[in-house]
């Protein structure tokens, strides 16, 4: 499950709810990086389909993304709040299995913290900000519980009034509240582990007088000294009314969603411009079917499928980008306004937005590529450049040698089972002494680059 969320509606200039479904089909190609394929799941078993992580492993998933709740875990003081063998710690058994299956799969665990426990804020409701120092000590704990989970994000949506006070309409108390809680959260994660990377912002598209708009959230998001707080990547959940495409105009009033991540990472970094943090998209879904209690807005199956990949072609389009992450991989229970959120039914029926994830590519597929960095020109010209490739899933893989942006030679080969090895030979009939660049593409995977030296 992931964190839990108050009912919500988003009401953004965008095309008109009857118009969602006229998006084409897009097909897809090996990006020049790939962002990390992330979703939120069950950490259990699947209807039909067997244990999640291995389901998660098929689909060349690279993150799994949970919520920890301070709240629950932490209902009373802890004696000894760094310390997670603390009796008053409460710590939830999905967490635990997820982190293990993890282990067991490679794959990675990402952990959103959000509530607030009464003991640590005044005893006020879950959504007012701790005091940053029990907070940092709670990430503390849990980094020493779960020492092999690296991606931490620090509270979820606080530009949300209902997710996050102090918060006020035109006033910068909030995001000044949250930038002390994440400052002090960085500190402690970094001092748990170098390794910790810390997401901050966390910030959602916003809609109507609900939310703070993520451009002001993100001005106002300063310490006392001015600065902006530390983190290494900056979270945002880009939701949106209209089709993902980054050439669409700017929502007004300094909204962002899926088609404006491109100058989201505009905005982060002039915030930010030594560090230039990427962008930790966590949160991206379009329902099916009908609208639910979170969402009015709503595309068939078949359109479902297509936001999907349009999401993922433009994450995957841009360096800035670290993750996209898809809610979720179940739908709930149907029913008439069920959140319809899923890859699969509830029941686990494959949808055709399973076969677009399926499609997306991801570090998890990224091909082993072996190539030597430098070739003596009459050996190339005679035998041509051998590229041995590994494939991590069938299909098509395809080598292109490149100089000064013009191809030299190109060379293809089919994967006839995942984890095959091939040996591509690059021949050119024309070859001078010089520095090339040789892309290999492979089916689910980023592209890989390499440079090779003709001599």
Known sequence: MRHSRTPKKIFLTGLPALALCAALVLGWAAPAQAAEKAIWGPAGDVPGHGPAFDLYRRLGVDTVQFGLDFAQTAPVEPVNPRSPDDPAYRWPAVIDQAVAEGSRTGIQVALLVSGAPGWSNGGRSPIWRPRPRAFADFLVAASRRYPTVRRWMVWGEPN?????????????????????????????????????????GMTFTGSGGADMPPREFLSWMRLPNGRPPRLDWYGHNPFSTRFPDLSDDPIPGGFRDISDIDLLSREVARVYPRRRPKLWLSEYVIQSDHGSTEFDVFVSKKGQAQWLTGAYRAANSLASVAGL??????DAPESKLSTNYGLLTADGTRKPSFAAFLRAPSRAFRPAVRVGPSIRRGRALRRGIPVRVKARSAGRVIAVLQRRGRRVARRSGRARVSGAGLVLRLRARRLSRGAYTLTVDAPRGERVRRRIRVR
């Open 160 to 200: 949300r009034f209902a997710a996050f006070q102090p918060n006020k309409r035109g006033s910068s108390a909030g995001p000044r509240a949250y930038a002390k809680l994440l400052d002090a959260s960085y500190g402690a994660l970094k001092e748990a582990s170098a390794r910790n990377i810390v997401i901050g």
């Open 325 to 330: 992450g898809w809610l979720s991989l179940l």
